[in-house]
């Protein structure tokens, strides 16, 4: 008797479907499609003012698309951070956003608040659900903080990490939500080489676990060694999408990393009004968090 093995089918954990976001008169993402699929990690990479953030935004709920849809395993979501939050999406920034003055262990614990389903009266009164609860969460925390590196300076202050540590932290709060796909907006901003190695080494060590991950980067060689799938935004626009080989050789990637127009590709002009557009977005999107 002979015995078949079938290897598991991939399951689409995002769906973004036709996501368009215009500010005003200006369009800065779109009709772009992309999917992810559990294993996976993909990377979305472009020139400044491509639209790779706001796209980011258009998937985490912080913008609300103007046409499109965004799913998460079969399921549209709201466009409301928190409840992407609880569905199963984590991301980190392009910059660092920590409680400077809260330890390296208080960091991660905020990011388990979507996972503790203890109410108020619990936590007043100390209850013992809440208890247990608050155990779990910091057994948790411990164990992320262990997998990033960080479990020697749980007590530190986060402002007193190294800049690379500071990014390891931010993963590490994110994780805390227990996300089924982690959107990771330029990881290695700033970083050296080595410590650049340290988070490629921990972008597998988190697939490996089971989580997709989307990655925003300009290190084009990291991203090249890191992804299985690469796709190009190019002033809004998805112009090529496919394995790190196919996206390098293409002319028009090539085109729009050197400077060099393209038949079709919008005028610098308008890419900064784009550009422009976003920056006044974003910054009116933190101030109305505050």
């Not at 330890?103 to 009164?125: F, I, Y």
């Not at 089971?210 to 990291?222: P, S, Y």
């Not at 060099?260 to 919008?266: A, M, N, R, S």
Request: charged share 25%; glycine share 8%; proline share 5%.
């Amino acid at each position: 008797m002979t015995t078949t093995t079938t290897a598991p089918t991939a399951t689409t954990v995002l769906d973004a479907s036709g996501v368009t976001m215009r500010f005003g008169g200006l369009t800065a993402v779109r009709d772009v499609n992309l999917t992810v699929n559990t294993g996976e990690i993909v990377g979305l990479i472009g020139p400044n003012g491509a639209g790779k953030t706001t796209f980011f935004n258009c998937l985490t709920g912080l913008y609300v698309p103007t046409e499109g849809k965004v799913a998460y395993k079969g399921t549209v979501l709201p466009p409301k951070p928190h409840l992407v939050t609880q569905a199963g999406i984590a991301r980190t920034f392009q910059n660092i956003r920590l409680f400077a003055n809260m330890t390296v262990l208080e960091n991660v614990l905020v990011g388990r608040h979507t996972r503790t389903k203890e109410g108020l009266w619990s936590a007043l009164l100390r209850l013992p659900g809440f208890k247990k609860a608050e155990e779990e969460s910091r057994a948790r925390a411990m164990e992320l903080l262990e997998f990033t590196g960080l479990a020697a300076k749980a007590d530190h202050l986060a402002r007193n990490l190294p800049y690379g540590e500071q990014r390891k932290l931010e993963i590490a709060r994110a994780l805390a939500s227990e996300p089924g796909l982690l959107l990771l907006d330029e990881p290695t901003a700033g970083m050296n080489p080595q410590e650049t190695r340290a988070a490629e080494e921990l972008i597998f060590a988190i697939r490996d676990q089971g989580i997709a991950v989307l990655v925003i980067e300009h290190d084009i060689r990291f991203i090249m060694n890191l992804c299985d799938r690469v796709a190009v935004l190019v002033q809004g626009e998805k112009i090529v999408e496919g394995p790190a080989e196919v996206v390098q050789a293409d002319e028009r990637v090539i085109a729009a990393y050197l400077g060099t127009p393209f038949e079709g590709e919008p005028g610098t002009a308008e890419a900064a009004e784009v550009e422009a557009a976003e920056a006044d977005a974003q910054s009116t999107t933190e101030g109305d968090d505050k």
